[in-house]
């Protein structure tokens, strides 16, 4: 199935993908619709090798794309927006679990 055609479906995830989120994310990210865990990694997967090993753009780009796919966040942010994006971003980072399976999440897409 290409990437498109499984974006747009709530088709299951392909083998090995969907253990990797049920098992290794879902504590941390969790999304309404199936279809939007395909679409969170293949964002990150291209964002994350800009942002380097700087932890806090890690995790804000993890929240931003985890809000803005669950449709929270839109095309401009407010005030209360980004306030809301670094309070979450601030509890996975004050929380030693969150912030390794966060990072530990980052480093398997990486991969």
Known sequence: MSYHAHL???APLPAG???FFEE?????VSF???SHHAQFEEILKSILPYLGSDEVKIVLAQVMVALKLEGILGIGMSYSDLKMVNVI???I???PDKRQH?????QKLLE
Do not use: F, P, V, Y
């Not at 966060?102 to 980052?106: H, I, N």
């Open 8 to 10: 747009s479906s709530d």
């Open 17 to 19: 993908e969907e253990d």
């Open 24 to 28: 290794d994310s879902t504590d941390l």
């Open 32 to 34: 309404a619709s199936r």
């Open 89 to 91: 971003k601030d509890s």
């Open 93 to 95: 980072l004050m929380e």
């Open 102 to 106: 966060a990072l530990q999440l980052a």
